[in-house]
């Protein structure tokens, strides 16, 4: 009977030993070229703003403060799941990478597989920040019946303008964004 549960536990272990170890997801985040997240503020929450929630970094790192946030800000609720989220990734890269005047902060949403975020997010050239909400805690505060949903926060940090469904081209987005910024 030793003889049987030394040989259990010697597999047991070789089975472990064989399991590849789980990949750092900050360092993954990092090495995706995915930028770090903004630093959380202490600016009191406004009416009409963003929940009082905290959000952690996507794959790892300090947690960020949504009520605290600022703008002119495009905040983009997504999924790697997402075929519709899929389809607007690009435009969104593309808005991120040539807007000066407006940052963007995804935030992944009810998505058990960060580590497929992540890699989905270095394969659409989604580089700016990513905030994880796996729980849908904003789902209620932000009335978030479905994702893609997209939110504008101007300077004093309220939602001036809302966007459900995915966005259908790069000039969409943008003008999108003149619009709830009223410029």
Known sequence: MRALA???AGLVV??????PATPDLQDARRAAGIADCPASSDAPAVAGGLPDVTLGCLGGGHSVRLAGLRGPLLVNFWAQWCDPCRAEAG???AFASTSTAVGVLGVDYTDPRPELAIEFAQLTAMTYPHLADPDAVTKAPLQISGIPASF???A???VVARHYGA???????????RQGLGS
């Open 156 to 158: 004093d940090g309220r």
């Open 14 to 19: 070789a089975g472990c030993a064989a399991v």
């Open 91 to 93: 435009h969104l890269a």
């Open 152 to 154: 504008l926060v101007d």
């Open 167 to 177: 966005f259908s081209s790069l000039e969409d987005v943008q003008g999108w964004v």
């Open 6 to 8: 030394l040989a259990l």
